[in-house]
Nanobody, 119 residues
């Protein structure tokens, strides 16, 4: 079993920056893609960015050019650098990890970290 712990959320003014971190612990072997998702009040959860074990990234159109996802396997950590934040970025951000084992695939989620972009 894998546990994911997000950190780095908080209150920031429009145009500001935050860096989210997600540390994986437990049975962390054979972790494949990791990603960040977010859910704003009254809206469905949406993909923000993903990164494979090989470093291939994918971003939602709404964050391209502003957000950067990265991964440090030595630290079992995935990051989301968020620049030029907008009020519409306000949401709970969740870390996600996919694990492939002999007995099947498993998906894990963190508890989320709140990001509020407001003046």
């Amino acid at each position: 079993q894998v546990q994911l712990q997000e950190s780095g959320g908080g209150l920031v003014q429009p145009g500001g920056s935050l860096r989210l971190s997600c540390v994986a612990s437990g049975s962390i072997f054979r972790i494949n893609a990791m990603g960040w998702y977010r859910q704003a009040p009254g809206k469905q959860r949406e993909l923000v960015a993903t990164i494979t074990s090989g470093g291939t990234t994918n971003y939602a159109d709404s964050v391209k050019g502003r957000f950067t996802i990265s991964r440090d396997n030595a630290k079992n950590t995935v990051y989301l650098q968020m620049n030029s934040l907008k009020p519409e970025d306000t949401a709970v951000y969740y870390c996600n990890a996919d694990q492939s084992l002999w007995r099947g695939n498993y998906e894990y989620w963190g508890q989320g970290t709140q990001v509020i972009v407001s003046s």
